[in-house]
């Protein structure tokens, strides 16, 4: 087989090989379309929906047992379980690609292609060019070098808009720059349903803005945020917009084209990849701001952002959660040609699923004494919200609720989950916060009822 890449973004992608790791074989069909994605024993056939089952059987942490019963992972807001396909990519990364890359050798050849391969799979994943992928640690990470490169051009009095409802790592990268002067706007939210004061937010916004840094979905409470609407009311003004979808990238398909944003960061691991993050920015933007880096580092983009070396196993594994995708997809319509109308095609099949498991969740929820939600509960402004909700019982802290359904095998997080801001806000912080249940396209009906009977036992 060629060393050259086989696979391109908008080409159809080979039948699946199956997986031969004994023979150390180097092939870009195994790395990111492996053999384990047609799980054996399950029939291929395509379907219009989501296909729970096959789904399921890709994710083999879902087979954990806690005291006898199948453990429930709406854990997934804190990062999502992973797919065999990325844990045996990352593995056969390992075996027979293992080197730093420029080399004049084979290892490190192979890595130059996983790299470019992946950044191609991210470009289709963003729906942008591959040059405008970059590749970092994770999101806040990424989003502190970027600060600290746009933080270059600024001035005393220049503006920033930052808003409460944000996850941290979207607000003090950004906040930091009052040190030289920068103005911080903080835009508020509506109280009653959690959602951002669009009127604040737009009159924070004039002709001293540079920056407007926003999220595209509420970590904490679910809320979808209008991301293009922000992003025309900045560009109106001469700003640029920073789009968090970290929380987002997992609950719907992401277009940076439609929505002009100049930049977009999330993380892999929310949406069934390894520990990473990745970063979508202009061309313009890219080449424009300067980055610090170490001078051996080239100046071209992407690589200028991406100064030392990455994780390159776990970049193999990007390509491979994005493939996983895709995949879902495929076999959700025949029709599809492309990797791009095959994230579309998975997408439309999660959402569908999502939005019925979140919309039982409030059901139940909403008959249980003691519960209060936070975030939008009206099943008619479903689109406004992702599955995600937090919620307090009484004055339980939620901590307790936590370890009571952890101990019956339901595994949740209580605290702020970084949304430190919106905590304060709501006046939580100092009460333990809240409680968070985040459902992914992997959970079932059946887990959301066994949650209501654990909770509904836990208020009685």
Known sequence: MSEEVLLHANTPLPPYEKLLCEKLEWHFQFIFEMGTMSTPGLN???????????????????????????????????????????MHTIQNYLMTANANTGGAFLTSRRTDEMIAHARRAMADFFHCEKEEVVFGQNMTTITFALSRAIARELQA????????????????????????????????????????????????????TKLVAIGYASNAVGTINPVAQITQWAHAAGAMIMIDAVHYAPHGLIDVKALDCDFL??????????????????RKHLQHFRPYKVRPCSEQIPDRWESGTQVHELIAGIGAAVEYLAELGRRTDALVKTRREALAAAFSATVAHETRLIGRLIEGLQAIPGVRIYGITDPRRATERCSTLSLRIGNHHPMAIASYLGERGIFTWDGNYYALNLSERLGVESLGGMLRIGLVHYNTMDEVERLLAALRAFAA
């Open 157 to 208: 009095g220049d503006e920033i808009v930052l808003t409460t409802l944000d996850h941290d790592a979207n607000f003090s990268p950004w906040k930091a720059l009052d040190e030289k002067g920068v103005v911080i706007r903080q835009v508020d939210i509506r109280e009653q349903d959690c959602t951002l004061n669009l009127d604040d937010l737009k009159s924070k916004i004039n002709e001293k």
């Open 44 to 86: 291929p056939t395509v379907t219009s929906q989501l296909d729970i089952a096959w789904v399921r059987a890709q994710f083999p942490s879902l087979q954990t047992q806690w005291k006898g019963q199948p453990a429930v992972f709406f854990d997934g807001p804190a990062g999502t379980q992973v797919p065999t396909q990325v």
């Open 265 to 282: 960061v999330c993380s892999p691991y929310k949406f069934f990849g390894p520990h990473t993050g990745a970063l979508y920015g202009k």
